[in-house]
Structures are given as C-alpha cells and as structure tokens.
C-alpha cells in the first residue's frame, strides 16, 4: 500500500487498481467510470469511484487512452522564429482555438534552419500528433514524412503548383502592391524597397508586388532604390544605413518586415531623416508593435485569428488529405509613418 502524505494524498503514482481498493469496487468498474462505459454503473457505484479518485490523486493515463481510440487529440505547429511578434501573435491565435476544441498545440520553433525545421516534423510524427499546422523556413515544405506516417498537414503561406497540401494564405503580391500604392498616393515619387532574403518566395511575391505598383503609375522600380536584408531589426537597420548613405535618396520606402521598420526607425534617427517628412514608410506583417514606435507604423496586417480558425478547421472539420487552399484577407493598417492623420485608439492603448 503506498504511503500517504500530509495533504492526505497517496504518494507516488497511484493505479487505477489503488482506486478500486479504494472504493471497494473492480478495477473494470473505474475504468468504465472514467471512460464513461462501455458498460453502465449505478450511480451510487460511480460515486465512490469518484470519491475515491479524488482521495488518492489519481491521474487517468490520456496519452494511452487516446492512442487506443487512434487519437492523442494533439497538434503540432511548425515556425521558422518564434522571436518574430507576427509569428507569436499567430502561435497564440493558432492556440487558443485549438485550445477552444478540447485540443493541445505543441511548438517547434526551427529558428530558420531547413534541417531543424525536418527534425521538427519527424519528432512530432513521433509523437503521434493528429496534424501538423505548418509555417515553413520557405515555401519548399517536403512533406512526405507526413504523408508517409497518414498525418496531415496545413501550411500558413501560398503553396507552390503541384503541391500536395492543404494552405491558409493571404495574397502577398497584392499586399504589398497595396502597401507601394498607398505611399504613391500620398504624392511620393520615388518609392523604394527593403526586402527580405530575395531566394525566400514570400520575398519574390513582396518584391513583385512593389514593381507591378511602381510600373502602374508610370514610377518605374529601380534596382539602386532596392536593398536585401534579413527578416530582423538588424537586417533593416543595416539596409536602412546602406539606403542614406547611397546617392540616390527615395522619398519613401515599403519594408518586408515590421522588424526590419524598427530597425529603419533606429537608422533614420542616427541619420537625421525624419518620418514620415523625408521618407514616408509603409511595412509589412504589423503588430500591435507598430502602434507603439515612434512614429506609429502604417502597416500590412494579416488576419491572425481569422487565419487560425480556417486553419483549425481545415484539419478538424474537412478530409485532412484534401488539397485545399483559403484566402483569407489582409488590412492596411493606417498610421502616422505614411503621412497619414492618426492618434491611438482605445484598441491600441488596450494591447
């Protein structure tokens, strides 16, 4: 018999046959009242189990329970960087709907790493997951290990031709045409760019978007106006110091990336260039970050929760190997740093 300690708890990790001992019943009689059958137990039988468990602390094993009904009600979700606020922002949205189903997400952050990222999905195969929410390193997802293992898969970005899984996205091209469009509408004329990556797809599709604006207003992109940077504060600020201190000075400037936007906030005050008087700045993937630098940030900003739950039903509600992909939309988020009028409202002082 174990010991029991001063709360009045049984030490160590009590058995379902310590429970029956308890109550005076069998061990099939817990099992039935735990699982809720198969078989029916008399009411006063069920509480003296009840009562039983909770004097002896026990623990039902769900992890065993689940795998016998062929699932561990477990999700896993793949990001390239957790450190970044828009990936965070989306984690949290991603789990608190799965939370919301009786359902748990585990995390693998692959700290951009392609080798990491892999690792990642075997292990969570491992694991047994029921699916995989995936936001990839960049958008070459190699997702036969999940195939092979009957696990699937949703990625949280536009997926190439041919591809065999299941996408949440917005139209990153159109995002960032918009974006460009807006600051060509506040009267600027030479609009540069500060990228991501240019092998990363996502950094094409920005990039592509700046050109089709410029080139629809008879601007013209410029290749001395665009500059490659890391997804990071100090990626933009690097790009930003290279951008003031070329000889071709633009009037306004679309970033990849809000952590690259702070980065060029840090670069222009070093430089004396004023926002939005000098350069006008429009970012992509706004936070509620971009509510608080100075100047606030005019932003691209994607739908999180909306993006969650589309994901979330894609894998609960919908044939998981369906090859199936949802546009969700994206938002000009209008700031100070574009020119625009603006004063914080009560939802950015609550963030």
């Not at 029916?40 to 069920?46: A, G």
């Not at 909770?54 to 390239?80: F, H, M």
């Not at 990625?155 to 299941?166: F, I, M, Q, R, W």
């Amino acid at each position: 018999m174990k010991q029991i300690g001063a709360m009045g708890r049984y030490i160590g990790k009590v058995t379902r046959r310590e429970v029956a001992l308890a109550a005076g019943t069998s061990e099939a009689v817990v099992s039935y009242v735990v699982n809720n059958g198969p078989r029916p137990v008399s009411s006063t039988t069920r509480q003296k189990v009840l009562d039983a468990i909770a004097e002896t602390g026990y623990r039902p094993n769900t992890i065993a329970r689940s795998l016998a009904a062929g699932s561990t009600k477990t999700y896993g979700l793949i990001v390239p960087n957790i450190r970044n606020p828009f990936l965070a922002a989306l984690a949290h949205a991603l789990q608190q709907e799965m939370f919301s189903t009786g359902r748990m997400l585990l995390l693998g952050d692959s700290d951009d790493n392609k080798e990491r990222e892999n690792e990642i999905l075997r292990t969570f195969i491992e694991r047994r997951v029921d699916g995989i929410i995936w936001y990839g390193v960049d958008r070459d997802v190699d997702m036969r290990d999940a195939h092979a293992a009957r696990v699937p898969v949703v990625v949280l970005d536009k997926t190439p031709a041919g591809s065999e899984a299941a996408s949440v996205f917005i139209n990153e091209t159109e995002a960032a045409f918009e974006a460009t469009k807006h600051l060509i509408d506040h009267g600027r004329t030479s609009v540069g760019i500060i990228s991501g990556p240019r092998k990363n797809l996502n950094s094409q599709d920005r990039i592509s978007g700046w050109k089709q604006a410029l080139e629809l207003n008879s601007n013209g992109a410029s290749d001395t106006l665009s500059f490659e940077a890391d997804y990071t504060r100090g990626g933009g600020y690097a790009a930003a110091k290279a951008m003031f201190s070329g000889s071709l000075q633009p009037d306004a400037v679309f970033v990849s990336n809000e952590l690259q936007a702070l980065g060029l906030l840090a670069a222009a005050a070093e430089f004396g260039v004023r926002v939005p008087q000098d350069l006008a700045v429009v970012c992509f993937n706004g936070t509620i970050n971009s509510a608080f630098s100075t100047p606030t940030l005019t932003a691209i900003e994607q739908p999180t929760r909306a993006i969650a739950k589309a994901s979330i039903k894609l894998l609960l509600e919908s044939d998981p190997f369906m090859v199936e992909s949802i546009e969700c939309a994206f938002q000009l988020r209008r700031r100070a740093s574009c020119g625009c009028d603006y004063e914080r409202n009560t939802f950015d002082r609550d963030q």
